[in-house]
């Protein structure tokens, strides 16, 4: 089992930024992959950001150039760092893990609202 805990979201203006964190437990020695996906309001869940084993990342289209996303593998920890918040980034974020097994985790998620 992994445990997955975020922290971060809130409530920011149009334009400003928040960071997200994700810290995992459990059997972590086992994932392969991690990120965030988020759900806005009557939509379906959509990638945010993901890391594979490698070390690649790959953004959503939609966040491309204004969200970072980082790994501590020390501290079991995944960052998103989120800049030019729009309102259309309102969402709850959730954290995501995937296991060598395909056995795939989801955090509790953490909700983004930007006003505008």
């Known amino acids: 089992q992994v445990q997955l805990v975020e922290s971060g979201g809130g409530l920011v203006q149009a334009g400003g930024s928040l960071r997200l964190s994700c810290t995992a437990s459990?059997?972590?020695?086992?994932?392969?992959?991690s990120g965030w996906y988020r759900q806005p309001p009557g939509k379906q869940r959509e990638l945010v950001a993901i890391i594979s084993s490698g070390g690649s990342i790959s953004y959503g289209d939609s966040v491309k150039g204004r969200f970072t996303f980082s790994r501590d593998n020390g501290k079991n920890t995944v960052s998103l760092q989120m800049d030019s918040l729009k309102p259309e980034d309102t969402a709850l974020y959730y954290c995501?893990?995937?296991?060598?097994?395909?056995?795939?985790?989801w955090g509790q998620g953490t909700q983004v609202t930007v006003s505008a």
């Open positions: 995501y893990a995937r296991t060598s097994d395909f056995i795939r985790y």
């Open positions: 459990g059997r972590t020695s086992s994932i392969n992959a």
